[in-house]
């Protein structure tokens, strides 16, 4: 099974940097574990590039954001901003695939290798069926992924 959906924040209930909106009822999260507040919001691991990606969106004042889930198999990938996106795909489409270690050099940053998004991928999403298959999903251009685009060219 492959889904988008887009959830829309303003800047009032935007989560600390970092933070991606994760649904509780799905029932495999519940609000004790991992960090998740009773709202749903979660803490995940991220990187250097993709924080300063985030960050500048908020420095340049963006009151109101839009959050892209893209659902393949029971596996989740939770996006803030379509340049997030765009960097996930240029990471799995890499030949051949690189390790977090890899990137968190190329970030130029002290990045924690443990906390890079990279390295908490469950080893399913590093495979690369996975991978050409969210390519795949990602390539052809849902209407979610159309409108997620859209929120960030217009707000």
């Keep these: 099974m492959k889904k988008m959906r887009v959830s829309y924040h303003s800047g009032a209930n935007f989560p600390k940097f970092g933070r991606r909106m994760v649904p509780i009822s799905t029932g495999t999260l519940k609000p004790d574990m ?19 990606l985030v960050f500048s969106e908020m420095e ?18 939770y996006f803030w901003t379509p340049s997030e996106l765009d960097h996930v795909c240029a990471v799995f489409a890499e030949n051949p695939f690189p390790t977090a270690r890899t990137l968190v050099r190329r970030d130029g940053a002290d990045s924690a290798l443990n906390m890079h998004w990279l390295s908490r991928l469950p080893k399913a999403m590093k495979a690369e069926k996975f ?25």
């Design 131 to 155: 991978r050409q298959k969210f390519l795949k999903f990602v390539a052809s251009n849902p209407e979610e992924l159309r409108l997620f685009r859209e929120f960030y060219s217009t707000a």
């Design 34 to 52: 991992y960090g998740a507040s009773k709202d749903g919001w979660f803490s995940r691991p991220t990187s250097h590039l993709i924080s300063h």
């Design 60 to 77: 340049a004042g963006r009151a109101k954001w839009a959050q892209l889930c893209v659902q393949i198999s029971e596996h989740e990938l």
